[in-house]
C-alpha cells in the first residue's frame, strides 16, 4: 500500500463528512461556515452505517477484509458515492431538528 492509496482512503471515509455538515448548516440556516465537531460527527456516523452495512450485506468483519474490497475500484465508487448520500442524508435531517427545536424554544 502507498502514499496514494492512503491518501484515497482518507479522502474516502473524511470528504462524506464535510458534505453531509455543509448540509447541515444549509438546512439549520446557522451560518456559512463548515464546523469541522458537525463534520467529524456526522462522518463518524456515516461510517458506522456504512460498516454495518457491510458486515451485513458484504460479510467485511476484518480490516483486512475491507481494504480487499477498496481495491476494486468500482466499490470504492460505490462506497464514496453512497456514503456522501448518506451524509447529506444525516446533515438534512439533523438540520432540519435543529431549527425545529429552536423555532419550538421561540
Given amino acids: 500500500m502507498d502514499f496514494f492509496d ?6 474516502i471515509l473524511i470528504v462524506p463528512g464535510f458534505i453531509g455538515a455543509l448540509f447541515f448548516s444549509i438546512a439549520a ?4 461556515e463548515i464546523s469541522i465537531k458537525v463534520a467529524l460527527i ?3 456516523l456515516t461510517f458506522i452505517i456504512m460498516i454495518t452495512g457491510l458486515y451485513f450485506f ?5 480490516v483486512a477484509d475491507l481494504l480487499f474490497e477498496f481495491t476494486c475500484l468500482s466499490f470504492t465508487r460505490r462506497y464514496a458515492l453512497l456514503s456522501i448520500f448518506i451524509a447529506s442524508t444525516i446533515g438534512l435531517i439533523t438540520g432540519f ?10
Avoid: A, S
Wanted: proline residues 0%; charged residues 30%; hydrophobic residues 45%.
Fill in 42 to 44: 456526522i462522518d463518524l
Fill in 6 to 11: 492512503l491518501f484515497r482512503y482518507f479522502l
Fill in 58 to 62: 458484504k460479510g467485511v468483519t476484518t
Fill in 97 to 106: 431538528i435543529r431549527r425545529l427545536f429552536f423555532w419550538i424554544r421561540r
Fill in 29 to 32: 440556516r446557522c451560518r456559512t
